[in-house]
T-cell receptor, first 115, second 115 residues
Framework: GNSVTQMEGPVTLSEEAFLTINCTYTATGYPSLFWYVQYPGEGLQLLLKATKADDKGSNKGFEATYRKETTSFHLEKGSVQVSDSAVYFCALSERLTGGGNKLTFGTGTQLKVEL | DTGVSQDPRHKITKRGQNVTFRCDPISEHNRLYWYRQTLGQGPEFLTYFQNEAQLEKSRLLSDRFSAERPKGSFSTLEIQRTEQGDSAMYLC?????????????FGPGTRLTVL
């Protein structure tokens, strides 16, 4: 079955540091790929997405590129802020009966940004 | 606020008791999903509705679990004869089939603790 593997946390960075969170996937076909973020006490929020190979998703300074050859979707940000402290989940989607989508998530990576 | 809401936010119960959770999706969304998230793991898909029809169920959804969406609006998830292994965060998400790629919007979750 489909699966997502992401780097374990927690990751602790100083403000303005460069962030990379690695994500690789196993899937049949070419799923859409996502990064979700969960801030403390809040629900999961979609951060960015890519629907086909070589697509780059971007939002709030975060970027990730869909790499079919390495089955990866690594999350990057050039300069993190304290407000980026959260848990980040990589996910892929597969079609369900009737057109819905099942999301398969990685285990999450906790990011803590310090002043 | 017109996001996905879930009730209750927390539930503590004794082993063997029945519990029921409610999810109110975003009002015009016709698709509704349930996921379960255990500590240190990403959410796992449980089941999915399109309008009032339950179209997919995961193997994780044992016969002690039942979900309904009687009028295609809110949904309930019932767990009968709870076990300690049922302790988890239960997440609800909704999406609109007419949207470009069916983004799922998540609620804050119901945290279940089985003693």
């Amino acid at each position: 079955g489909n699966s997502v593997t992401q780097m374990e946390g927690p990751v602790t960075l100083s403000e303005e540091a460069f962030l990379t969170i690695n994500c690789t996937y196993t899937a049949t076909g070419y799923p859409s790929l996502f990064w979700y973020v969960q801030y403390p006490g809040e629900g999961l929020q979609l951060l960015l997405k890519a629907t086909k190979a070589d697509d780059k998703g971007s939002n709030k300074g975060f970027e990730a590129t869909y790499r079919k050859e390495t089955t990866s979707f690594h999350l990057e940000k050039g300069s993190v802020q304290v407000s980026d402290s959260a848990v980040y989940f990589c996910a892929l989607s597969e079609r369900l009966t009737g057109g819905g989508n099942k999301l398969t998530f990685g285990t999450g990576t906790q990011l803590k940004v310090e002043l | 606020d017109t996001g996905v809401s879930q009730d209750p936010r927390h539930k503590i119960t004794k082993r063997g008791q029945n519990v029921t959770f409610r999810c109110d999706p975003i009002s015009e969304h016709n698709r509704l999903y349930w996921y379960r998230q255990t500590l240190g793991q990403g959410p796992e898909f449980l089941t999915y509705f399109q309008n009032e029809a339950q179209l997919e169920k995961s193997r994780l959804l044992s016969d002690r679990f039942s979900a309904e969406r009687p009028k295609g609006s809110f949904s309930t998830l019932e767990i009968q004869r709870t076990e300690q292994g049922d302790s988890a965060m239960y997440l609800c998400a909704s999406s609109l089939s007419a949207a470009s790629y069916n983004e799922q919007f998540f609620g804050p979750g119901t945290r279940l603790t089985v003693l």
